[in-house]
């Protein structure tokens, strides 16, 4: 079960364009802002990241807050393994934290060229689409959490239909490897 405990807080500006306001800061701790600053300038400066700490941190909320920022002329993608509760704490978190018009693909019919400001999909639903190249995005992050994605095999095949391309990579484990 999912629990925000709301505190007093000031809003967050990371930049003249990029303001995450009191109604999602109350919900974060204080080294969730810190990510989210962090984050932030990685994005700012086109640089890849791995955000990667202990599980039940706060990572998904983080990047949400961050996302929320971002706000709705910025196109994201978070591409998920095959887990319907990552999908679900992802649509929690989104819901919770933002007023962002957020779409799950589930099909490869469905279209990414509608006024949604995030794209949730799993990595089986990319890989039935083929030519991935097709969906342009201003971000793209990829939540390396879980089962499924969890060996080089498929971490390697998705990074690599991705090259160049993902900006924030999110895990709980060890990646390097």
Not at 42 to 55: T, V
């Amino acid at each position: 079960m999912y629990h925000f405990a709301a505190e007093p807080s000031a809003e967050l500006r990371l930049s003249d364009d990029v303001l995450i306001a009191n109604q999602t800061t109350q919900y974060l701790k204080c080294f969730q802002l810190e990510a989210v600053r962090f984050l932030h300038d990685r994005l700012s400066k086109q640089e890849f990241c791995i955000f990667n700490d202990e599980s039940g941190l706060g990572k998904c909320a983080s990047i949400v807050a961050l996302l929320s920022g971002l706000g709705t002329s910025k196109k994201t993608l978070v591409v998920l393994q095959n887990d319907d509760h990552l999908l679900a704490g992802w649509q929690f978190h989104l819901g919770v934290l933002t007023d962002l018009s957020v779409c799950v693909l589930k099909d490869v019919n469905d279209s990414t060229e509608s006024a949604h400001s995030v794209y949730l999909s799993k990595w089986s639903i990319l890989r039935s689409i083929g030519d991935l190249s097709k969906l342009q995005f201003d971000y793209i992050i990829v939540d390396h959490r879980g089962y499924t994605l969890n060996n080089s095999f498929c971490s390697s095949m998705l990074l690599k239909q991705y090259e160049g391309k993902v900006n924030i990579v999110i895990s709980s484990v060890d990646i390097t490897v």
